[in-house]
T-cell receptor, first 113, second 115 residues
Framework: GENVEQHPSTLSVQEGDSAVIKCTYS??????FPWYKQELGKGPQLIID?????GEKKDQRIAVTLNKTAKHFSLHITETQPEDSAVYFC????????????FGKGTKLSVKP | DAGITQSPRHKVTETGTPVTLRCHQTENHRYMYWYRQDPGHGLRLIHYSYGVKDTDKGEVSDGYSVSRSKTEDFLLTLESATSSQTSVYFC??????????????FGPGTRLTVT
């Protein structure tokens, strides 16, 4: 069945450094790729997304890149701050599913001051 | 949390008892989803709804049923709770529609413990 793999499972960086989280997906019909940030005790929050007709998208310190040929996409956070510390999830739409998503298992990002 | 509330926020129940979780939205979005979140598994889809009285199964639907009698409410029922259903449950909503607007917005979650 459809699968999304996410790496690494944990990531520790110094404040000001960049962080990169990578995901691969299996369903060639996937065309929507969101990223979520989840803080402790809260629901996931949509932070950025990308569609299959776009290769890269930026929003301030956050960017997402998509390589449809290789079936992978990545989240890039620049100039990390302690408040970026959270669990990040990638997801991919399931082809023909009316927008259903399959999620990666998450990356716990720690930004050390 | 995008106009989404979940109730209760915490519940402890005994094995074999029925449990109903409620998701309420004020956004008038067409699609609603129930997920469970467990360590090491990320978020897994239980059931979803694409309109009033229109529902379908997700990846981990066994042991769960849902109902949607109004646009704003989506109920998740565990007919006979088991310890394996101890989890955090999240509701999500999506506008959906012909524009293919897939963005899903999540509620604050319900922590369910089955003893």
């Amino acid at each position: 069945g459809e699968n999304v793999e996410q790496h690494p499972s944990t990531l520790s960086v110094q404040e000001g450094d960049s962080a990169v989280i990578k995901c691969t997906y299996s369903d060639s019909a996937s065309n929507y790729f969101p990223w979520y940030k989840q803080e402790l005790g809260k629901g996931p929050q949509l932070i950025i997304d990308i569609r299959s007709n776009v290769g890269e998208k930026k929003d301030q310190r956050i960017a997402v890149t998509l390589n449809k040929t290789a079936k992978h996409f990545s989240l890039h956070i620049t100039e990390t701050q302690p408040e970026d510390s959270a669990v990040y999830f990638c997801a991919a739409s399931i082809g023909g599913s009316q927008g259903n998503l399959i999620f990666g298992k998450g990356t716990k990002l720690s930004v050390k001051p | 949390d995008a106009g989404i509330t979940q109730s209760p926020r915490h519940k402890v129940t005994e094995t074999g008892t029925p449990v109903t979780l409620r998701c309420h939205q004020t956004e008038n979005h067409r699609y609603m989803y129930w997920y469970r979140q467990d360590p090491g598994h990320g978020l897994r889809l239980i059931h979803y709804s694409y309109g009033v009285k229109d529902t379908d199964k997700g990846e981990v639907s066994d042991g769960y049923s849902v109902s949607r009698s109004k646009t704003e409410d989506f109920l998740l029922t565990l007919e006979s709770a088991t310890s394996s259903q101890t989890s955090v449950y999240f509701c999500a909503i999506s506008e959906g529609g012909s524009r293919g607007t897939y963005e899903q917005y999540f509620g604050p979650g319900t922590r369910l413990t089955v003893t």
